[in-house]
């Protein structure tokens, strides 16, 4: 090949590199129609319904939407001193203290059990997953009747006469207990998709080297469930985080007694819609989306330095 051939003739990795580059942006293209109802939809009703929030926190707008002047941070300022959000944010951080552990522990059990049960496994998954298929109106009002002092089965069944709505000592027990109920089946569910991911030859070599049960659950078990026992505590860490239904379903949409319940979200909802004060409760809520944000944040760090400490 002569010279003059040599730089006419196209370069053969510069062309394919051409056609690869050319393909994926037709391929974004094709698939960008695909996802353009989805992003039209989630600007509609997530983005600019957060941005519209982050405008109001600065305003003393009202539930009618008459009179909106701009007031800067007065509101963020009365948030931080408000003690009866504190309190409901203590009440919903406690909550989650009771319930995340709780619930991690029992969904674990239950996955065990339904992993290797070996009659009636389909019942007993059934029976397991159901509750978390029900309607939180459904859970709440079902458990507000067990815990009745008057008619209830629990008091009845354990021969006992607690007020557990009427208490401040026993109502946030009491809308633990429900959750629990409610929502393990999620939990569960996650967990027993990772035990039958887990492969057999593992089990079996650890029986020939001798290990027992308890062996096994705690040096292969475990281990391998890690990953996925992460995920449960930091999706229960959100959810219950934003506990709302069953707390205002079970104490007939009150605070609860002595307020011991009012969760940080009902607390939200009671300053907008009750007290009418749609810029202050817009600027608790963007408080409590930074609160959630860190935590997610601060999940994802803990996750990402596991990792590289494991590699």
């Given at each position: 090949?002569?010279?003059?051939?040599?730089?006419?003739?196209?370069?053969?990795?510069?062309?394919?590199?051409?056609?690869?580059?050319l393909r994926r942006r037709r391929g974004f293209q094709h698939g960008g129609w695909f996802v353009a109802p989805f992003?039209?939809?989630?600007?509609?009703?997530?983005?600019?319904?957060?941005?519209?929030?982050?405008?109001?926190?600065?305003?003393?707008?009202?539930?009618?939407?008459?009179?909106?002047?701009?007031?800067?941070?007065?509101?963020?300022?009365?948030?931080?001193?408000?003690?009866?959000?504190?309190?409901?944010?203590?009440?919903?951080?406690?909550?989650?203290?009771?319930?995340?552990?709780?619930?991690?522990?029992?969904?674990?059990?239950?996955?065990?059990?339904?992993?290797?049960?070996?009659?009636?496994?389909?019942?007993?998954?059934?029976?397991?997953?159901?509750?978390?298929?029900?309607?939180?109106?459904?859970?709440?009002?079902?458990?507000?009747?067990?815990?009745?002092p008057g008619t209830g089965m629990i008091n009845y069944v354990f021969g006992i006469d607690t007020p557990w709505l009427?208490?401040?000592?026993?109502?946030?027990l009491a809308i633990v207990i429900t959750t629990l109920w409610w929502t393990v089946g999620f939990s569960f569910l996650?967990?027993?998709?990772?035990?039958?991911?887990?492969?057999?030859?593992?089990?079996?070599?650890?029986?020939?080297?001798?290990?027992?049960?308890?062996?096994?659950?705690?040096?292969?078990?475990?281990?391998?469930?890690?990953?996925?026992?992460?995920?449960?505590?930091?999706?229960?860490?959100?959810?219950?985080?934003?506990?709302?239904?069953?707390?205002?379903?079970?104490?007939?949409?009150?605070?609860?007694?002595?307020?011991?319940?009012?969760?940080?979200?009902?607390?939200?909802?009671?300053?907008?819609?009750?007290?009418?004060?749609?810029?202050?409760?817009?600027?608790?809520?963007?408080?409590?989306?930074?609160?959630?944000?860190?935590?997610?944040?601060?999940?994802?760090?803990?996750?990402?330095?596991?990792?590289?400490?494991?590699?």
């Amino acid at each position: 090949m002569t010279t003059a051939e040599t730089v006419l003739a196209p370069p053969r990795a510069k062309t394919a590199a051409d056609s690869a580059t050319l393909r994926r942006r037709r391929g974004f293209q094709h698939g960008g129609w695909f996802v353009a109802p989805f992003l039209v939809l989630f600007a509609l009703f997530v983005i600019w319904p957060l941005l519209r929030g982050v405008y109001l926190s600065f305003t003393d707008a009202n539930i009618t939407g008459d009179g909106e002047s701009f007031v800067g941070l007065d509101n963020y300022r009365e948030a931080l001193k408000d003690p009866l959000m504190w309190d409901a944010l203590g009440h919903s951080a406690y909550f989650t203290l009771l319930v995340v552990p709780c619930i991690t522990v029992l969904a674990f059990l239950l996955a065990m059990l339904a992993h290797h049960i070996e009659r009636g496994k389909w019942l007993w998954r059934l029976c397991f997953f159901a509750p978390f298929l029900l309607p939180s109106t459904v859970a709440g009002n079902l458990w507000q009747w067990l815990f009745n002092p008057g008619t209830g089965m629990i008091n009845y069944v354990f021969g006992i006469d607690t007020p557990w709505l009427t208490d401040k000592s026993y109502a946030m027990l009491a809308i633990v207990i429900t959750t629990l109920w409610w929502t393990v089946g999620f939990s569960f569910l996650l967990y027993l998709a990772a035990l039958q991911s887990i492969p057999d030859h593992l089990y079996e070599a650890a029986k020939l080297d001798g290990a027992n049960a308890w062996h096994r659950m705690v040096h292969i078990t475990l281990p391998m469930l890690r990953n996925i026992t992460g995920l449960v505590i930091a999706l229960q860490i959100l959810a219950s985080l934003q506990v709302f239904d069953q707390a205002v379903v079970m104490l007939d949409f009150g605070p609860g007694p002595e307020n011991s319940t009012r969760t940080f979200v009902q607390y939200t909802l009671e300053e907008g819609f009750t007290s009418y004060r749609v810029g202050y409760a817009s600027a608790i809520s963007i408080i409590f989306f930074v609160i959630i944000a860190a935590v997610a944040l601060a999940r994802m760090w803990l996750l990402r330095n596991r990792e590289e400490a494991a590699r």
